[in-house]
């Protein structure tokens, strides 16, 4: 028996990353979480609500009592803030 086309058995990949790159995985979100906590709160509320909640800018700008345009802007400065800081292109 071999393992061709007609077999049952096929060969999975590994896929569970290495102790590594878990580690290095960590380090980054411990990293983002501190710089998303440095940033000025109605900033952090914007990001956290549509970026991280999964809520659309209508439904954060009602939540924070601002305006759609005004969530668009601090998600994108919140966005650009942690790149720069976090060195992410």
């Known amino acids: 028996m071999?393992?061709?086309?007609s077999s049952s058995f096929e060969i999975v990949a590994?896929?569970?990353p290495s102790p590594e790159v878990e580690a290095s995985d960590r380090q980054f979100l411990h990293a983002a979480y501190a710089e998303i906590q440095k940033l000025p709160l109605r900033m952090r509320e914007a990001l956290i609500l549509v970026a991280i909640?999964?809520?659309?800018?209508?439904?954060?700008a009602v939540l924070l009592?601002?305006?759609?345009?005004?969530?668009?802007?601090?998600v994108y400065r919140a966005r650009n803030t942690l790149r720069k800081k976090l060195d992410v292109a």
Not at 2 to 5: C, N, S, V
Not at 53 to 60: L, P, W
Not at 65 to 74: D, M
Request: hydrophobic share 25%.
């Open 65 to 74: 009592g601002i305006t759609e345009k005004a969530v668009e802007g601090l």
């Open 14 to 16: 590994d896929e569970t």
């Open 53 to 60: 909640d999964g809520r659309s800018q209508k439904e954060a």
């Open 2 to 5: 071999g393992f061709g086309k």
